[in-house]
Nanobody
Framework: QVQLVASGGGLVQAGGSLRLSCAAS????????MGWFRQAPGKERELVAT????????YYTDSVKGRFTISRNNAQKTVYLQMNTLKPEDTGVYYC??????????????????WGKGTQVTVSS
């Protein structure tokens, strides 16, 4: 019911920053809690951060806490991931995903669906 496309990835050196965007279309964006995931080569996809429908509640995996910030603009139907102090281990394909309609807070990886097209992030040492 909602279509998602991530963008903003690229090649940066360690210590640099990137801002990822995920644009939504279709259903009203405010219906969905949102999440960012990443998948490194040869590894399983992992949850990076989540944000509630109104943006009042956020969650981060320990490895990015203090460096990454998730935010959203419901009027523009976009969720963002600001990534600072990037490390080589942050390298991977980053995806955004939507939770079930009208569920305010979603933090369990298995509860997300409606996967968007990913964007590649590469951090060199």
């Amino acid at each position: 019911q909602v279509q998602l496309v991530a963008s903003g990835g690229g090649l940066v050196q360690a210590g640099g920053s990137l801002r990822l965007s995920c644009a939504a279309s279709g259903r009203p964006f405010s219906y969905y809690a949102m999440g960012w995931f990443r998948q490194a080569p040869g590894k399983e996809r992992e949850l990076v951060a989540t944000i509630s429908r109104s943006g009042g509640s956020t969650y981060y995996t320990d490895s990015v806490k203090g460096r990454f910030t998730i935010s959203r603009n419901n009027a523009q139907k976009t969720v963002y991931l600001q990534m600072n102090t990037l490390k080589p281990e942050d390298t991977g394909v980053y995806y955004c995903a939507a939770g079930p309609e009208f569920r305010t807070v979603v933090t369990a990886p298995g509860d997300f669906g409606s996967w968007g097209k990913g964007t590649q992030v590469t951090v060199s040492s």
